[in-house]
C-alpha cells in the first residue's frame, strides 16, 4: 500500500517533468536541443549524469550531449559507437517497458567495446535495489510511440540522487520523457529545414524558382501541421494553403480549410489564448475543432515569412499534434490525486475539494456586518429580509458582497442538536472499519486490499453524483455531502453501514467487515484539518458507545 507521502512526491515529479518538457520547445538550435534533453534528464528525473546518444545518417551514434559531470563531458563528446555495438545494448539486460536496464552483474562484457562511456568501480549493492556504479539504463528513442518507427537516438542516464533503482513511477516518468525528447528533437529538425528554406526566400533572389519549390516540399510533407495564412488588412489570418498532415489532423479537405481562420476553429474557451500568441515567434497550445465536431489539442508557433524581398508579409503557422501528451499529462494528473487501490480520491485530493469549498471568514462576521448596518432587519442568521442587494447600505460596501467573496457560496453548519431545523449543509462523514485488521491479519493483505475495494465500490454506490467519497488511508474512507439537514446525514451514515454490513466474498471465502461513522460539518471559518478533526473525533465517540459486537460483525 502507498505511504501517505507518496502522492505529493508524484505530483512534485510531474510538476519538475511538466516544465522539463515545455523547455525541451523553446530551445532555438538542435544542438540546444539535444544539450535541454540532457540537462532535463537531471533537473526534472533526478539523475546525476546523463548523455544524449544521436543516430548519424549511416547509422551509428555520436555522443551529442552530456550534462551532470564535465569530466564526462570531455571524455565523452562527440564521440561514435557503432550501431551493432548499441544493438546489442538494446537487446540485453531487463525490459522495463520500453527501458533497457542492465545490472553490473551483466553489463561487465561491454566494458570494451567501441561505445563511449563513464563508469566507475564501486562496492556491492548492499540492498537489492540499490544502484551500482557500473548499472546501465538506457531510454530509446523513436520516431513514433510505443517503440515504433526509427530509432532516432538512446539517452543514458546514471547514479540516481537517491541511490535507488527506479521505481514504476520513475520508469514511467523516464518513458515519458524520452517519447516527448524525440517529438522535441524531431520538431529542432524540423524547424531547421524551415529556417534555411526560409533563408533561401529571403536572400537567394536569383535561385528564387529553386528555393520556392524547396519550400513547397517542406511544407507539403513536413509530418506536422503547416498552414500559411494572410496577415493585415480585412482577412487577417484567413487560411490560403495548408498541408495534408493537417487536413488529415482536423479531417477538413484543403479547399475546405481556405474558408477558415485559425479564430474559426478554435474552441471557445481557448480564443483568447490564440489572440494573445503573436504573430512573429508566438506559441500556444490550444484546442483546434475538427470536421466530426470534436477537438483535438495542438501546438501552434508562428513565423512571418516574404513572399519577395519587397512583397506581402504571411504569417506561416507549424501546428503540432500534442492530444498524446495532454492524455498522460490528465493521466498521470489523476493518478497522484487518485487511491492507487480503490480509484477513490485520495487524501491529498480530499483535502484540497473540502478546502476549496472554505472560506477563512465564518458566518457570524457576516452576520454581524448585516446587522450592524443600520438599515431594515435581517433574519436571525444575518441575512437580508427587506428585499435589498447583500451589503446595500453598509458603511465600506457599495452594491453586493465584496470581490473576495463574490462568487463563494458561504457554509455554514446546521444547529447542533436532536431537533433539525430545516438547515442545510455540508456534511462530512468519517468512516472508519470495524474488524478489517484482524481480517488482514487472519487472512493476508490481498484480502484486506480485496474487501477495501469493495467497502469503496459499496459506498460509492451509496451516495448521490456530486458527492465525494475519498480514501483517507488505511481503513478509513470520507464522504462529503453538500445540501443535507442533520436528520439527512444521520440517514445517509445508516445506509452506507448497512450497505458495509454484508459479506464479501473474496477467494471463495466470506469476510464481514463493520463501520463507525462521525458526522462532522463544514463551516466557513475553518479549516479543512479542523473539519476531519471533528468527524473523526464524532466517529471515535460514536465507536466508544456501542459494544463491540455491534460493531463487528462475525468473520
Not at 447583500?390 to 452594491?399: K, L, V
Request: aromatic share 6%; glycine share 10%; charged share 25%.
Amino acid at each position: 500500500m502507498e505511504t501517505e507521502s507518496e502522492p505529493y512526491v508524484r505530483l512534485a515529479t510531474l510538476r519538475q517533468l511538466h516544465q522539463v518538457v515545455a523547455e525541451l520547445n523553446t530551445a532555438r538550435s538542435l544542438a540546444d536541443t539535444l544539450q535541454t534533453v540532457a540537462d532535463g534528464a537531471i533537473t526534472g528525473l533526478g539523475f546525476e549524469l546523463a548523455a544524449v546518444n544521436l543516430v548519424r545518417p549511416d547509422g551509428d551514434l555520436v555522443v551529442a550531449a552530456v550534462a551532470g559531470s564535465a569530466g564526462a563531458e570531455a571524455l565523452m563528446a562527440g564521440r561514435v559507437g557503432s550501431r551493432a555495438a548499441w544493438d546489442r545494448r538494446l537487446s540485453m539486460g531487463e525490459r522495463w517497458g520500453d527501458l533497457i536496464f542492465i545490472p553490473h552483474t551483466e553489463g561487465w562484457v561491454l566494458d570494451d567495446d567501441d561505445v563511449p562511456q563513464w563508469h566507475t568501480a564501486g562496492p556491492a549493492p548492499r540492498f537489492p535495489d540499490e544502484w551500482h556504479s557500473m548499472d546501465r539504463l538506457f531510454a530509446p528513442m523513436y520516431t513514433a510511440a510505443n517503440g515504433g518507427g526509427e530509432l532516432l537516438g538512446v539517452i543514458s542516464v546514471d547514479r540516481p540522487r537517491n541511490g535507488r533503482r527506479p521505481g514504476a513511477w520513475g520508469q514511467e516518468a523516464l518513458q515519458m520523457y524520452a517519447f516527448q525528447s524525440a517529438i522535441a528533437i524531431s520538431n529542432a529538425r524540423l524547424r531547421a529545414n524551415m529556417q534555411r528554406a526560409l533563408v533561401r526566400l529571403e536572400r537567394e533572389q536569383q535561385a528564387l524558382r529553386a528555393s520556392e519549390e524547396s519550400f513547397r516540399q517542406a511544407f507539403e510533407y513536413a509530418p506536422s501541421g503547416m498552414a500559411v495564412a494572410e496577415m493585415g488588412g480585412d482577412q487577417h489570418g484567413r487560411l490560403l494553403r495548408t498541408n495534408d498532415a493537417l487536413c488529415r489532423l482536423l479531417g477538413r479537405p484543403a479547399s475546405g480549410m481556405r474558408r477558415y481562420s485559425f479564430s474559426d476553429l478554435v474552441h471557445p474557451e481557448d480564443i483568447g489564448t490564440l489572440l494573445r500568441t503573436s504573430a512573429e515567434g508566438g506559441r500556444a497550445e490550444l484546442r483546434l475543432a475538427r470536421r466530426d465536431g470534436t477537438y483535438v489539442w495542438v501546438s501552434l508557433r508562428n513565423s512571418v515569412v516574404a513572399d519577395t524581398a519587397d512583397g506581402p508579409r504571411f504569417l506561416l503557422t507549424h501546428v503540432e499534434d500534442i492530444e498524446e501528451r495532454k492524455r498522460h499529462e490528465l493521466q498521470l494528473a489523476h493518478r497522484a490525486s487518485h487511491d492507487s487501490l480503490t480509484g477513490l480520491p485520495n487524501s491529498a485530493e480530499l483535502r484540497a475539494r473540502l478546502g476549496a469549498r472554505l472560506c477563512s471568514r465564518p458566518m457570524g462576521s457576516m452576520a454581524d456586518a448585516y446587522a450592524s448596518s443600520g438599515g431594515p432587519g435581517s433574519d436571525p442568521h444575518g441575512f437580508r429580509t427587506d428585499g435589498k442587494e447583500p451589503f446595500e447600505g453598509i458603511d465600506g460596501f457599495e452594491g453586493n458582497a465584496p470581490a473576495p467573496f463574490d462568487h463563494h457560496v458561504h457554509l455554514v453548519a446546521p444547529a447542533d442538536g436532536p431537533a433539525d431545523d430545516g438547515s442545510k449543509g455540508l456534511a462530512v462523514l468519517f468512516c472508519d472499519l470495524d474488524g478489517f485488521k484482524s481480517i488482514n491479519d487472519r487472512f493476508g493483505h490481498n484480502t484486506g486490499d480485496a474487501v477495501l475495494i469493495e467497502v469503496a465500490r459499496r459506498l460509492t454506490s451509496g451516495v448521490r453524483d456530486g458527492d465525494t467519497v475519498a480514501r483517507l488511508g488505511g481503513d478509513e474512507f470520507v464522504v462529503l455531502a453538500d445540501g443535507l439537514g442533520t436528520a439527512d446525514a444521520q440517514d445517509l451514515a445508516v445506509r452506507l453501514r448497512n450497505a458495509i454490513i454484508p459479506p464479501i466474498r473474496v477467494e471463495g471465502r466470506a469476510v464481514r467487515v463493520g463501520a463507525s461513522f462521525g458526522i462532522g460539518w463544514a463551516s466557513c471559518g475553518m479549516t479543512a484539518e479542523e473539519v476531519l478533526e471533528s468527524a473523526d473525533q464524532r466517529m471515535y465517540v460514536e465507536k466508544r458507545s456501542r459494544s463491540k459486537t455491534n460493531r463487528r460483525a462475525a468473520g
